[in-house]
């Protein structure tokens, strides 16, 4: 058996969850077993278990409350590389009718904020975690009973009995000894209490002013702008960080646009944009200069031989990178369609971890807020990032004539242990010349 866990223990691992019966308990459970894929999703489905001869040993925990009409909400999966989140809100309150899989609570992890969805139909009985707890997967947070009703407003009624049992009571011949009183504070009137606030006046004239306590804030720093803070910073730590420059005339691009805009968006269901054209002449430039796409890894260096293009977006709760896959196979509207996929789900907050893991390069756009130019950061393990801009008309010499051409700024901040000069700039002079001249696309030159 000794022999068996050891060589289980070389191989690639693959997890099986079902739920099984047992009386008026139901258990979540799996078993490790070589050869596969692992997942940590639950499955309604039913599963044939393995027989009792099977050599690995099987894992059990609670996945429902002894009492057969109580079940329990638990903390799902969050993904290999997270232990642990923080209970950020609850979208329900006890009383409450929820539905199978219907979201009662968000966990806001490192990366994403993921949500805790109801086992069962019922009614929230309790919560048994609060907001602010960290929790992992496994962790029971709320009390469903299947058969409870939803509290209804009925109790209210009882409470405006109350209210108003105290409106016919008739102390209102009290307050006429009051009247006897009112003489005693006028006496008091007369106090010279104003000296004291000018010795106040002198101390601040010797003393800075700070601003009061209570026009100020202090709340809690959420885990996504926690994680994006530390990796922010370890790459300023790491990197050997250096940033060129090169602005691009935007004319035949944006007149490319125009043009097709309406048939593109008629064939392939999506809108024509600009950012398109940007990812396109990033992989034309990441196969001309390979060190641009490549990281280093200790002593080594690790060359990609495939494209995967980070695209930074910004959402409410922080700045996310959604990854493009394999984008080198791509054409204009497969990424146009996977850019607005990836950012719509950002902005819902229903991206998977899955889909912002890995990427060999960056480009963040923040052209779309006004910014007229930046110096980006490397996202790590990456070695480069690209950073578009507005667009601007300006005065340019354009065939030797000055005329007035819409332009963009491009930066690119590099690991200069890794890249030199010469291919940072042969990298960002490679873009300028797609996107000036998107002709040279068809013909690979």
């Not at 051409?405 to 901040?413: H, N, V």
């Not at 010469?422 to 030159?445: C, G, M, N, S, W």
Request: glycine letters at 6%.
């Amino acid at each position: 058996m000794a022999s068996r866990l050891v060589r289980l223990s070389r191989r690639p691992i693959s997890a099986l969850f079902y739920a099984r019966s047992c009386g008026a308990v139901r258990q979540f459970s799996h078993q490790i077993f070589p050869a596969g894929s692992d997942s940590m999703k639950p499955s309604r489905q039913q599963v044939k278990l393995l027989p009792n001869s099977s050599p690995y040993q099987i894992w059990s925990r609670t996945f429902s409350s002894e009492n057969a009409d109580e079940v329990e909400a638990v903390v799902p999966f969050m993904g290999e590389s997270i232990t642990d989140g923080t209970l950020a809100t609850f979208l329900k309150k006890p009383g409450d009718r929820v539905e199978a899989d219907e979201p009662i609570a968000q966990i806001e992890t490192d990366k994403v904020t993921m949500d805790v969805n109801s086992p069962e139909s019922g009614v929230i009985v309790k919560f048994i975690a609060e907001e602010g707890d960290t929790v992992t997967p496994g962790t029971k947070i709320a009390v469903i009973s299947k058969s409870a009703a939803p509290a209804s407003d009925t109790h209210v009624a009882p409470s405006e009995e109350k209210s108003e049992k105290p409106i016919p009571e008739k102390p209102a011949e009290e307050p006429k000894p009051a009247k006897t009183e009112k003489p005693i504070p006028k006496v008091e009137k007369p106090k010279p209490a104003s000296p004291a606030p000018p010795p106040m006046h002198k101390a601040s004239a010797s003393e800075p002013q700070l601003p009061p306590k209570d026009r100020e804030r202090r709340v809690p720093m959420p885990r996504l702008r926690k994680r994006v803070a530390t990796r922010l910073k370890d790459s300023q730590n790491t990197f050997a960080l250096l940033t060129t420059f090169n602005e691009v005339d935007m004319t035949n691009l944006m007149k490319l646009r125009a043009d097709y805009k309406d048939e593109f968006q008629k064939k392939h269901g999506v809108k024509l944009g600009l950012m398109s054209g940007f990812v396109k002449g990033a992989v034309s430039a990441l196969q001309n200069q390979p060190v641009v796409n490549a990281v280093i890894d200790g002593d080594d260096i690790i060359y990609r031989d495939y494209v995967d293009i980070s695209i930074a977006v910004g959402t409410p709760k922080g700045l996310v990178v959604p990854v493009l896959r394999n984008v080198e196979n791509m054409g204009f509207a497969d990424i146009e369609k996977n850019i607005n996929a990836l950012a719509m789900k950002a902005n819902n907050g229903t991206i998977s971890i899955d889909e912002m893991a890995g990427g060999t390069f960056t480009i963040s756009n923040g052209g779309v807020y006004g910014s007229l130019l930046s110096t980006p950061i490397i996202n790590p393990p990456q070695s480069a990032i690209l950073g578009m801009h507005s667009i601007v008309p300006r005065a340019m010499v354009y065939e030797g004539s000055i005329t007035s051409r819409p332009m963009m700024y491009l930066a690119l901040t590099y690991d200069h242990r890794l890249i030199d000069g010469r291919e940072a700039v042969f990298f960002l002079r490679r873009i300028k010349d797609i996107v000036e001249d998107p002709r040279r696309l068809l013909l690979d030159i």
